[in-house]
T-cell receptor
């Protein structure tokens, strides 16, 4: 089955620790995205990558880092510098960055800082 | 990035058509209009997109105003499974998917 997979579904982190969220796609898509969603809110763009070995900051990149070493993988690291990391994190991919291509989303990772 | 404006919430009776409006008065000539929906605790799901002409697919229809400053997502017969938050997004080539807060649709049995 083709799709986009996020893991884990639930993640708990102690304050001061870095944590990495996994995102893998087997759709052969060039573009990948990370979003954050807080309760009752829309999605906010953290980082995006239009091609392998390249990525750009979105609106709320502070406290986060990413890498894009392989086409199918776009992991997100939530660092200890992120002041309020508890949120629902969504990864998405699209065939390319053109306006006509739709985005496919994973099922999300719910991160809780304890 | 161009902005969209949607009502915060709407209600519909089951089995009746639903028209979800979206205003995008600053749309540019190359912006595509996309619609997604999101069920609770799930990732958004693609519904439909278009540029200038009205579009139909198995899920919905998209009606685009002649001046492209507004559009309407049409669900022909609402079911309980259509209860979700619906997002209207403008996507310019090279631009990213920017989501607003969307319209929360309640379907009444």
């Amino acid at each position: 089955d083709g799709g986009i997979t996020q893991s884990p579904k639930y993640l708990f982190r102690k304050e001061g620790q870095n944590v990495t969220l996994s995102c893998e796609q087997n759709l052969n898509h060039d573009a990948m995205y990370w979003y954050r969603q807080d309760p009752g809110q829309g999605l906010r763009l953290i980082y995006y990558s239009q091609i392998v070995n390249d990525f750009q900051k979105g609106d709320i990149a502070e406290g986060y880092s990413v890498s894009r070493e392989k086409k199918e993988s776009f992991p997100l690291t939530v660092t200890s510098a992120q002041k309020n990391p508890t949120a629902f994190y969504l990864c998405a991919s699209s065939l390319n960055y053109r306006g006509t291509t739709e985005a496919f989303f994973g099922q999300g990772t719910r991160l809780t800082v304890v | 990035d161009a902005k969209t404006t949607q009502p915060n919430s709407m209600e519909s009776n089951e089995e009746e058509p639903v028209h979800l409006p979206c205003n995008h008065s600053t749309i540019s000539g190359t912006d595509y209009i996309h619609w997604y929906r999101q069920l609770p605790s799930q990732g958004p799901e693609y519904v439909i997109h278009g540029l200038t002409s009205n579009v139909n697919n198995r899920m919905a229809s998209l009606a685009i105003a002649e001046d492209r400053k507004s559009s309407t997502l049409i669900l022909h017969r609402a079911t309980l499974r259509d209860a979700a938050v619906y997002y209207c997004i403008l996507r310019d080539p090279g631009n990213q998917f920017y989501f607003g807060t969307g319209t929360s649709l309640t379907v009444i049995p």
